[in-house]
């Protein structure tokens, strides 16, 4: 073979090894499957309006941590608030497993000042954690009566400590905590204490790392009318190792497989709620998620990729539908999983879980409403309703994804053919490609630090017989807003 012709060869190799590439980042572009979508006229629960939220440790709060110069909440810091109101952050939550080690930095005046100064530029509420290992109560209550005296309208409710249920609480050699009853009676020291200082104070609790402890706080916290819901933590994904091995990380590709598959809603999701939501609503409360995230600590290429939204705009739908009461997805400096996250040069950026918690917010106030879903083909898609005022929002989420993905088209139901104009607002990476990292948008824009997010709404195709139509492609997602639309009643 002469030189010409092992170029020419080589040439074909090349682009053929490239259009694999692009294939196999192309996805979402295979054959349609038919959906059809039916919203069932039953409100369920009303959608708080703060139900969006970030969590961040205790010593987050404090200067010159991991790599801040200065503060990181500072009325200040433009990127942080930018990104917050671009995300549409509502509440935000001050604790984690610091706040029982690092007491001086929950009871700091000055860091309390900037996280409120924070709060109020940002626009959110705060759950503000006092310490409650080895703590004394006098300090927490003292430090309680100047954050109301002083915050009070940007104050959320006060928390007492964190996930007593798992270390160091149970391993503590000056007096381990392994039940709730010997947890209780300590939480409700510190209680009272705060209340003979600040008897206008509103609590929450316990922030079990789990279920536990969760059922019994709310039993024996009803009657105080004090405590306004009851949280607790969850990562359904648990732990990123391969075996529990540390030097072993889950690869991406499995990491994206679980975080999409249909058995993790009806796995994880489903147990945590049979004994936590299910269990509180009886004594009239409703469970916050003060921590959640996919992976603890998360896993590169899936954790901050567009798999990543897809999973959290799903869990949050699927949360909202059983009435739970908000989630703040744990910050925790600066890991692979933060929804907002901070490069070497000191630039905050937004990993794409951000999109997602944007498209939810757009519901948020809503009743969530029961849908029927006609899915022949079995296509691994979710889709969620929501009433507001005088419009409906159907949420639809293609977990397809890879060379195989399906596209979805799908019809939405709507009673009588004269009814209001749509719009869609899409959630997409480019080439559909559930593990990017970067370029995902929503509504055509990416959310940034250094500008507001101007997405748009697209106009929905309206069929003759008052139903809606919109493709929705694998690894993407979808909320279509329906003006002054009547609902099928079944």
Known sequence: MDLKSKKNLLSIILLFVAG????????????????????????????????TGLSFETDATAPNHRNVKGYLFTASNKQLITLFRNTAIRNLRIGGSTVDRFHETAYDRAAIDSVFAFAEAAGVKVIYSLPLLNADPEPGAKTARYIRDNYGDLLDCFSI????????????????IRSYEEYFPIWQRFYEAVIREVPEAMFTGPDSGGWQFTEEFARDTKETG???????HQYPNGQPYLNNDKNRRIPADTAIARMLSPK????????LHSLTGVKVHPYGFRCRMTESNDYLGGIDGASNAMSSALWALDY????AFRGLAGINFHNNQWLKTCTINMNVSGEYFANPKAHAIRAFDMVAGGWTMPVDISNPDRANLTAYAVKGDDCLYVTIIN?????????????????GPAKGKAGAMYLT???NNAGAVTGITLGGDSI??????????TGVKKKSDGRYQVKVAGGSAVVVKIHGSQIIKQ
């Open 20 to 51: 694999v590439a692009i294939t196999q980042k192309s996805t979402g572009l295979g054959r349609l499957s038919q959906i059809e979508i039916t919203v069932i006229n039953e409100p369920g629960y009303r959608i708080p309006s703060d139900f």
């Open 161 to 176: 400590g964190n996930e007593p249920n798992c270390p160091p609480y149970q391993e503590d050699p000056t007096g381990p």
């Open 226 to 232: 004090k405590v306004l819901f009851i949280t607790h």
């Open 264 to 271: 993790l809603p009806a796995g994880q999701y489903a147990r």
């Open 316 to 319: 949050m739908h699927w949360q």
């Open 399 to 415: 977990k397809e994804y890879g060379q195989q993905a399906r596209r979805a088209d799908v019809t939405i139901l709507v009673k």
């Open 429 to 431: 990476a480019p080439g």
């Open 448 to 457: 940034t630090s250094h500008r507001p997010w101007k997405g748009k709404w």
